[in-house]
């Protein structure tokens, strides 16, 4: 019963660098989502998946870059990391149709030196 | 886009109190809206949602309302208890994803 889950759970980079942030989950679930959150802001949407093959931007997706070769994994990839890029980065996944409700991972709380 | 509104930032109540949040969206076309609880360290559990053809829900201790008509819907707690202090946060459901509010910090005085 892994359900959804993140890694790593930490992750310090240098400004420049390309880091990538994991995101697996077993539900078989068509939809999945990266979200990152920011004292006063929330939880932002930077992309999402309706399938695998398939991505859209959200609202923040500057600078970051996503696939979904496989229906479980969704990667996050910052090809070069700025200092603003700090936050904490959740992915979440749902069902295609009418139940919207999301299911989140444990968060990865990355930070750019 | 949505634009999903909360207030207030932070609540703080004694146990057993109840608590209230609320939130407002722009988009009349949204048609859910979920509660996420989120403890220190985790990631965010749904704790209660609403669809537009209701107007109220509950659920034990947790309820939530919402307005159609002035596009705001609320976060009703009662009988609160310390483990009921975390962060909530609302959301409306637009298009295919969600736009969270910025999030309640809720304290619950034991």
């Known amino acids: 019963d892994a359900g959804i889950t993140q890694s790593p759970r930490y992750k310090i980079t240098e400004t420049g660098r390309q880091v990538t942030l994991m995101c697996h989950q077993t539900w078989s679930h068509s939809y999945m989502f990266w979200y990152r959150q920011d004292l006063g802001h929330g939880l932002r949407l930077i992309y999402y998946?309706?399938?695998?093959?398939?991505?859209d931007k959200g609202e923040v997706p500057d600078g970051y870059v996503v696939s979904r070769s496989k229906t479980e994994n969704f990667p996050l990839t910052l090809e070069s990391a700025t200092r603003s890029q700090t936050s904490v980065y959740f992915c979440?996944?749902?069902?295609?149709?009418?139940?919207?409700?999301?299911?989140f991972g444990p968060g990865t709380r990355l930070t750019v030196t | 886009g949505e634009n999903v509104e909360q207030h207030p930032s932070t609540l703080s109540v004694q146990e057993g109190d109840s608590a209230v949040i609320k939130c407002t969206y722009s988009?009349?076309?949204?048609?859910?809206f979920p509660w996420y609880k989120q403890e220190l360290g985790k990631g965010s559990q749904l704790i209660i949602d609403i669809r537009s053809n209701v107007g109220e829900k509950k659920d034990q201790r947790i309820a939530v309302t919402l307005n159609k008509t002035a596009k705001h819907f609320s976060l009703h707690i009662t009988e609160t208890q310390p483990e009921d202090s975390a962060v909530y946060f609302c959301a409306a459901h637009f298009r295919r994803a969600l736009t969270f509010g910025s999030g309640t910090r809720l304290q619950v005085q034991p």
């Open positions: 979440a996944s749902r069902l295609q149709g009418s139940g919207y409700e999301q299911y």
């Open positions: 988009d009349s076309a949204s048609n859910y």
């Open positions: 998946s309706a399938a695998a093959d398939i991505t």
